[in-house]
């Protein structure tokens, strides 16, 4: 079936450091990747739709500037957290769909800033 | 717009009870619906679908019947183990020629089975 791996699972670091989260479909193209953020004991929020070889759409509210989305090639999109603070700790899950199939999901980033 | 509604938790059963966990829905034209499952620490699992109406989904005991009159997608199994405790998700995806993939998630309901 079709797999979807996210990296890393876990990653603490110090307020004001960039952090970068790998999404990558290992046996599929997609065209689209998703990234949501889930707050503990919460439901998934849809951050951003990633395009292959174009601009990532942004939901409402979310920040361009802060979470830049690369989609780079149809197995790979990345999420930079910039200039992380601790308002950004949370756990980060990706998604891609095989064509018009159901969207799989990344085991998620836990990601924690001090 | 559309959105999902999910019964609250946590729902607390014991092994072998019947298990039915609520989920509703609005939304313009003819979407899919979906149950997903997070084990704790772990990202989502598709558990099952369904695209239209009176479309039942099915897989490792669990069903779910998409019914447009009701606008209702409820989970059920049977037989509940320890180990299918878990947050289950309910969703939707927007269908037809507007299908951008995007899924709308329910709040989730945490299932604790006790042995």
């Known amino acids: 079936g079709a797999v979807v791996s996210q990296h890393p699972s876990w990653v603490i670091c110090k307020s004001g450091t960039s952090v970068k989260i790998e999404c990558r479909s290992l046996?599929?193209?997609?065209?689209?990747m998703f990234w949501y953020r889930q707050f503990p004991k919460q439901s998934l929020m849809l951050m951003a739709t990633?395009?292959?070889?174009?601009?990532?759409?942004?939901e409402q509210g979310v920040e361009k500037d802060k979470f830049l989305i690369n989609h780079a090639s149809l197995t790979l999109s990345t999420l930079t957290v910039t200039s992380a603070h601790p308002e950004d700790s949370s756990f980060y899950i990706c998604?891609?769909?095989?064509?018009?199939?159901?969207?799989?999901f990344g085991d998620g980033t836990r990601l924690s800033i001090l | 717009g559309n959105s999902v509604t999910q019964m609250e938790g946590p729902v607390t059963l014991s092994e072998e009870a019947f298990l039915t966990i609520n989920c509703t829905y609005t939304?313009?034209?003819?979407?899919?619906l979906f149950w997903y499952v997070q084990y704790p620490g772990e990202g989502l699992q598709l558990l099952l679908k369904?695209?239209?109406?009176?479309d039942k989904g099915s897989n490792k005991g669990f069903e779910a019947t998409y019914r447009k009159e009701t606008t209702s997608f409820h989970l059920e199994k049977g037989s509940v183990q320890v180990s299918d405790s878990a947050v289950y998700f309910c969703?939707?995806?927007?269908?037809?020629?507007?299908?951008?993939?995007?899924?709308?998630f329910g709040q989730g309901t945490t299932l604790q089975v006790k042995p």
């Open positions: 369904a695209t239209k109406a009176d």
């Open positions: 998604s891609a769909r095989p064509n018009t199939q159901p969207q799989h």
């Open positions: 939304a313009t034209g003819y979407p899919s």
């Open positions: 990633s395009n292959e070889g174009s601009k990532a759409t942004y």
């Open positions: 969703a939707l995806s927007d269908g037809g020629s507007s299908n951008t993939g995007k899924l709308i």
């Open positions: 046996d599929f193209q997609a065209t689209t």
